[in-house]
């Protein structure tokens, strides 16, 4: 009779299971930083595109884990020879969440507002290249061009083109509103931003959530107990990558690992003495040691880099060895410089692990050589002002997330500060190459032109590590944008 009694007790708790997860239609996500922002055409922050691209906001295009442009709001295009003029053609039939209709007209005030006097778009000089933009109908969006891109439709893919409308526009920053497949319900400062399926959407029943909840839970331990107990069902890239294998070992996970754009540096304020002098900026190169960061602060999990390109890139060219690991070399370079065990610099670094850790290391790795280095930890609202706006620091540690970003190197007002005119050149030859094979050659000339001059550290790719519930699918493992798409993201039993 107990035995009946406990099988039947076990079938139905087995079934409840099973309905409950039949019936789930939402998902927590945590994230590692809360964002400034929610606009990603106005923010420079990973985490609101992390939030909002392809969830709130669409562009024209859209960029696959594979990292392959496909159709966004433009369902095709063609481009002229010269890759110069771009026609779109628009889906019907869009709207904001809000209800107002998208056309042609939101896309051209979009453009137009990024390349504004006001803008504040970190990619504007993107949109300042667009000569016209044509509207002859509300499906219809012409492109020209000052100077040919062959990246434009890979740009349009990007947190920085998605389209916002100009009645919200002015808002979007604390409620977006745009046309993806869910809407903005709240953020709840210090805590979390929650979505829900946007009824308004071109295709809501291929959208397999109801919900979905970003946490932010920024220390990594914390991070470890809010998937075990259940708190949080994925965390995309988890902080304590020393975790992984506890997690790999408990059947209830998936591990989510990949490859990302995040080129990892230590980045240097090209302009402020001593570090304005490159013999300075190359012992520093020398005096690290990149394996060894990458053990301590990634756990193995990261591929080193010699210069500000991603390994995965069919342009990549392994400058590794170019300023490898050398202490003699470094204190020669110092001592040529002018500086023996009397240089001292402060290291200012932003809340990721990446960073902390890594600065450890670096500050030890550089007493080695002679240099003396301060650590002051920031939190991001400030690193953002002192760092990356005042440009007001002599070393920080990032990871710059963007694809196909090398060009930052040819604003000389960027926040490292590298004011070169021969690689602002090989840039635009670049930029404005046809042919892809003259495009690469290009690509690793500038490569070779920042190993050398030692521009910054240049230390390592940010791994894709991530962790989730097993039920989970439709996850990207890779990263070729920093961007949680939960378009495809539904629960299976």
């Not at 001292?344 to 960073?355: D, G, K, M, R």
Request: proline share 5%; with cysteine; aromatic share 8%.
């Amino acid at each position: 009779m107990n035995r009946i009694a406990g099988g039947l007790t076990i079938a139905i708790a087995l079934t409840i299971s099973h309905l409950a997860l039949a019936a789930k239609d939402s998902v927590v996500v945590g994230m590692r930083l809360e964002p400034p922002g929610l606009d990603p055409t106005r923010g420079a922050a990973a985490a609101i595109s992390q939030i909002t691209l392809y969830n709130i906001f669409e562009g024209l295009t859209r960029i696959d884990e594979r990292g392959e442009v496909g159709p966004g709001l433009a369902t095709d295009w063609t481009v002229s020879d010269d890759l110069r003029t771009f026609t779109f053609k628009l889906r019907e039939d869009v709207r904001f969440s809000d209800g107002s209709a998208f056309d042609s007209a939101d896309a051209k005030f979009t453009f137009e507002r990024n390349a504004s006097e006001r803008s504040s778009n970190k990619r504007k000089s993107r949109f300042e290249n667009m000569e016209s933009l044509e509207t002859p109908d509300p499906r219809t969006l012409v492109i020209r061009l000052k100077e040919s891109n062959p990246l434009l439709l890979f740009n349009l893919g990007e947190s920085t083109a998605v389209i916002v409308a100009p009645e919200t526009a002015e808002t979007n920053a604390t409620h977006p509103v745009g046309t993806g497949p869910f809407r903005f319900v709240k953020w709840t400062k210090g805590d979390s931003v929650v979505l829900e399926k946007n009824p308004l959407y071109r295709s809501p029943d291929d959208i397999g959530l109801n919900r979905i909840t970003f946490k932010f839970v920024e220390d990594a331990h914390a991070q470890v107990a809010a998937m075990m107990v259940g708190d949080v069902d994925v965390f995309p890239r988890i902080s304590a990558l020393e975790t992984l294998t506890q997690f790999e070992n408990d059947p209830r996970f998936q591990i989510l690992q990949g490859t990302t754009e995040g080129e990892t540096i230590l980045s240097t304020n090209n302009k402020r003495p001593p570090l304005d002098d490159v013999r300075v900026r190359c012992a520093i190169a020398h005096a690290i040691d990149r394996e060894e960061i990458i053990d301590g602060s990634e756990f193995g999990y990261a591929t080193p880099i010699g210069s500000h390109f991603p390994p995965h890139h069919p342009a990549y060219v392994d400058l590794t060895d170019l300023r490898g690991h050398d202490l003699d070399k470094a204190r020669a370079l110092l001592k040529e410089a002018g500086y023996e065990d009397d240089l001292e610099l402060t290291l200012q670094l932003p809340p990721p692990e990446y960073a902390r850790r890594s600065g450890e290391i670096i500050a030890a790795q550089l007493a080695k050589a002679g240099i003396e280095v301060n650590i002051e930890n920031m939190q991001w609202p400030r690193w953002l002002d002192v760092v990356y706006k005042q440009k007001n620091y002599d070393l920080s540690i990032v990871s710059h997330v963007e694809p196909n970003d090398i060009n930052i190197y040819a604003n000389p007002d960027y926040y490292f500060q590298y004011d070169d005119r021969e690689f602002r050149d090989i840039i635009a030859r670049a930029d404005t190459a046809l042919d892809t094979k003259e495009r690469h050659a290009h690509l690793g000339e500038a490569q070779r032109k920042l190993a050398t001059d030692c521009v910054n550290g240049f230390l390592f790719q940010l791994a894709k590590a991530g962790v989730a519930r097993r039920e989970l699918k439709g996850l990207w493992r890779n990263w070729p944008l920093f961007v949680n798409d939960m378009a495809a993201v539904h629960w299976e039993d």
